[in-house]
């Protein structure tokens, strides 16, 4: 077996995905549809953007493609799956269809299902500008904070948590003015669980599964989770309290029944499920599940996987994951990320980057994740610049050597948190 491959994505999630296959024995050419500098060095890129359907059918037509693996969540849930299933019905695609997606693309949907199956979550109910009456008195039956979620995608800014009633109140009218656009015309009002999170990663053919390192991620801007919510400042993997005790539970109350369920409801699901969980006192349940990889968690649990991800990945596309293993390292992983002063606000751009090859001598890997080539090197394009992992036998020795290695990488207003993995220590 020798497979040509497209990764379709731009991001440090689809660097971290296509630095896993370029090393597997069973790739013949890696492409990546657009790529960005990182993927650059191992692939061959290709100018053209997620949302062109046509642009990706024609990369697959021209290039042979064998295998497609669909990275970022939007043009799954516009159905980038079923259109090249159509088109080339003997491509392997990981990434589910446009139902499948709907995980992701509705909070509705996802809710539905997971009451529908018996797995684990907070109390809901969905409501809509027509219905904004109910939804304030829904409100008053939980105890606050209140978490209100825009039903459709918003770039992982949808979730709006807030402890005064009135306030609340006020951010619902928001929502349904168009706040997040047509994603929050429908919210989905929930019962706040309290706990610490966790992330779990499974790569499912509908059937069967295999699971992924699990990570945390750190989603606000500032140290001590203070500030803004970010699409990510960094990621740790293995998760200190996620353990065998725990993991146990997850498979077998959430990943079980939701595979389960996929088969019962007649999807046809061949991918990532992202399974963000809050652990309860020692129980977990389900906050949202995604229909990819996470970013900057995926950073992290690429560089734990010691099996070919190519062959695991095949294998998914193809329904034939039931004999497959994966093999995942011992060591540790710490993510951090690299921003652009302002994020995430408005933020500069263009900007020259240096010490990349610095802080890979250092022992990191550094993946691309809002960067774009120049003449004389690479510049900033994005809020998320770079993520810089560290692989080592502890997450302490790991988060030590991700920042010395981030300390030589340098660009005007660079900002990153320093205090990645310091709320697991009580965990050690």
């Not at 809509?128 to 979620?149: G, H, I, N, S």
């Not at 996987?305 to 011992?330: C, T």
């Amino acid at each position: 077996m020798s497979l040509k491959v497209l990764v379709v994505g731009s991001g440090g999630r689809e660097n971290a995905i296509a630095w896993k296959i370029s090393q597997s024995k069973y790739l013949d050419k890696l492409y990546c549809l657009p790529g960005n500098p990182g993927t650059a060095s191992f692939a061959t890129n290709i100018a053209a953007g997620v949302g062109d359907f046509e642009a990706i059918a024609s990369a697959v037509a021209e290039s042979g493609i064998d295998l497609v693996v669909v990275g970022p969540e939007n043009p799954l849930v516009d159905g980038l799956t079923d259109f090249l299933k159509g088109r080339f019905p003997q491509l392997l695609v990981v990434g589910p269809g446009k139902t499948g997606a709907q995980l992701e693309g509705s909070k509705e949907f996802a809710k539905d299902f997971m009451s529908r199956h018996g797995i684990p979550t907070a109390a809901y109910k969905p409501f809509t500008k027509e219905t904004l009456a109910e939804a304030k008195a829904f409100m008053k039956t939980l105890q606050p904070p209140y978490v209100l979620k825009a039903d459709g995608l918003a770039a992982g800014k949808g979730v709006v948590i807030l402890d005064d009633y009135v306030a609340a109140c006020a951010e619902l009218e928001e929502m349904f003015s168009g706040k997040f656009g047509a994603a929050s015309s429908k919210v989905v009002i929930e019962q706040f669980l309290s706990g610490i999170e966790v992330s779990v990663f499974v790569l499912t053919d509908g059937k069967d599964y295999l699971i992924l390192p699990e990570a945390k991620d750190y989603k606000r801007i500032g140290d001590g989770d203070t500030g803004l919510n970010t699409g990510g400042m960094g990621a740790v993997s293995p998760v200190p309290f996620a353990d065998k005790v725990f993991m146990d539970k997850v498979e077998e109350r959430i990943v079980k029944p939701t595979i389960a369920g996929l088969a019962a409801d007649n999807i046809d699901y061949k991918g990532f499920i992202f399974i963000g969980l809050m652990n309860c006192c020692g129980d977990p349940y389900v906050i949202e599940y995604n229909v990819r990889m996470g970013d900057p968690e995926t950073e992290s649990v690429m560089t734990r996987i010691s099996s070919d991800l190519l062959l695991h990945l095949e294998a998914a596309a193809r329904g034939e994951l039931k004999n497959q293993k994966i093999e995942i390292s011992p060591e540790a992983a710490v993510t951090v990320v690299i921003v652009s002063g302002g994020y995430p606000g408005s933020y500069g751009k263009g900007y020259p980057i240096t010490g990349i090859d610095k802080a890979e001598a250092d022992g990191a890997t550094v993946f691309h994740m809002g960067t774009k080539a120049a003449d004389d090197g690479v510049v900033t394009s994005g809020g998320r610049v770079l993520a810089v992992v560290a692989n080592a036998p502890d997450i302490v020795q790991a988060g030590r050597k991700a920042y010395s290695a981030a300390a030589n990488i340098d660009f005007k207003d660079a900002y990153h948190r320093s205090d990645i993995t310091r709320d697991l220590l009580k965990y050690l």
